[in-house]
Nanobody, 130 residues
Framework: QLQLVESGGGWVQPGGSLRLSCTAS????????INWFRQAPGKEREGVSC????????NYADSVKGRFTISRDNAKNAVYLQMHSLKPEDTGVYYC???????????????????????WGKGTLVNVSS
């Protein structure tokens, strides 16, 4: 069975940090570009970050630039999202998604739309509140 599994979510106070992990079973991630999306209550799913299969290029939504870092370890078949200086508006379910098709220009990947993904995880909840 081919699936992605997210972990690392939880409750954290504003200003805190969390590290999300995305692992794959049934297939290897090294041929896929990985994206993190999030969905806040009552809002549409939005792109947070992307990373090429090689790890060479990354990109971030403006709302998380400077606070979040995406990385991958293909040997461990895993992708990570390190989140610092968390804000209440970062609250939501975080999903990782894999695609074989992505655009890369000027040293960064262009976050693809939600409908362009090949595989999705079920998500992990991040709750930033005091």
């Amino acid at each position: 069975q081919l699936q992605l599994v997210e972990s690392g979510g939880g409750w954290v106070q504003p200003g805190g940090s969390l590290r999300l992990s995305c692992t794959a079973s049934g297939f290897t991630l090294d041929s896929y570009h990985i994206n993190w999306f999030r969905q806040a209550p009552g809002k549409e799913r939005e792109g947070v970050s992307c990373i090429l299969n090689s790890g060479r290029y990354t990109n971030y939504a403006d709302s998380v630039k400077g606070r979040f870092t995406i990385s991958r370890d293909n040997a461990k078949n895993a992708v990570y999202l390190q989140m610092h200086s968390l804000k209440p508006e970062d609250t939501g379910v975080y999903y990782c998604a894999a695609t074989k098709s992505i655009t890369a220009v000027h040293g960064m990947c262009i976050m693809p739309p939600v409908y362009g993904m090949d595989y999705w995880g079920k998500g992990t909840l991040v709750n930033v509140s005091s």
